[in-house]
């Protein structure tokens, strides 16, 4: 069965810092994608990043970046330069092709001014 | 636009009274998903369907029906509530096409089961 561990709750930064978010999975299969949702106080789900496992090369949006790290499983997302509307709850999630969806239980970020 | 939509956005029932919940994409994606989510549990997946008459279980799909008569609806049906049905639930939707595997979501409907 796959699985998806965020081990951090809730997490803190004051404005313009950065803050990286830890998340480890579990999975059998060799290809999957792997992303990360912010979810603001309005609840509406945005996705953040993506990444491929087959692509070694990190995915990068703005000032949102993640490191993959295949062999231990682990996926994490690094927000620099951090501001006011980045206050959210962030999920990981892991898609299996052709088989469910996975989401780890989130974390809960405040961005201080 | 381009959108998920989902109804009613809040709903306040009382235990055994069925009820549907609709989802609805104008994107013509072929996967469609239901999820539930809970405090501490995140998003978890209730039902998912691979295309039109192809539906599969999540990980929670006990209490909860789903069809797929069309590409673009997928109701969720509570066939009889309970109270640990309370909870915020999503419908999303993806391309399936090759690589672009993102789920687009809907805005959430909030279900209160007295």
């Known amino acids: 069965a796959q699985t998806v561990t965020q081990s951090q709750p809730e997490m803190s930064v004051q404005e313009a810092e950065t803050v990286t978010l830890s998340c480890t999975y579990d999975t059998s299969e060799n290809n999957y994608y792997l992303f990360w949702y912010k979810q603001p106080p309005s609840r509406q789900m945005i996705l953040v990043i993506r990444q491929e496992a087959y692509k070694q090369q990190n995915a990068t949006e703005n000032r949102f970046s993640v490191n993959f790290q295949k062999a231990a499983k682990s996926f994490s997302l690094k927000i620099s330069d951090s501001q006011l509307g980045d206050t959210a709850m962030y999920f990981c999630a892991l898609d299996n092709y052709g088989q469910n969806f996975v989401f780890g239980p989130g974390t809960r970020l405040s961005v201080l001014p | 636009e381009a959108q998920v939509t989902q109804n009613p956005r809040y709903l306040i029932t009382v235990t055994g009274k069925k009820l549907t919940v609709t989802c609805s994409q104008n994107m013509n994606h072929e996967y469609m998903s239901w999820y539930r989510q809970d405090p501490g549990l995140g998003l978890r997946q209730i039902y998912y369907?691979?295309?039109?008459?192809?539906?599969d279980k999540g990980d929670v799909p006990e209490g909860y029906k789903v069809s797929r008569k069309e590409k673009r609806n997928f109701p969720l049906i509570l066939e009889s509530p309970s109270p640990n049905q309370t909870s915020l639930y999503f419908c999303a939707s993806s391309p399936r096409q090759g690589m672009t595997d993102t789920q687009y979501f809907g805005p959430g409907t909030r279900l209160t089961v007295l």
């Open positions: 369907s691979m295309n039109v008459e192809v539906t």
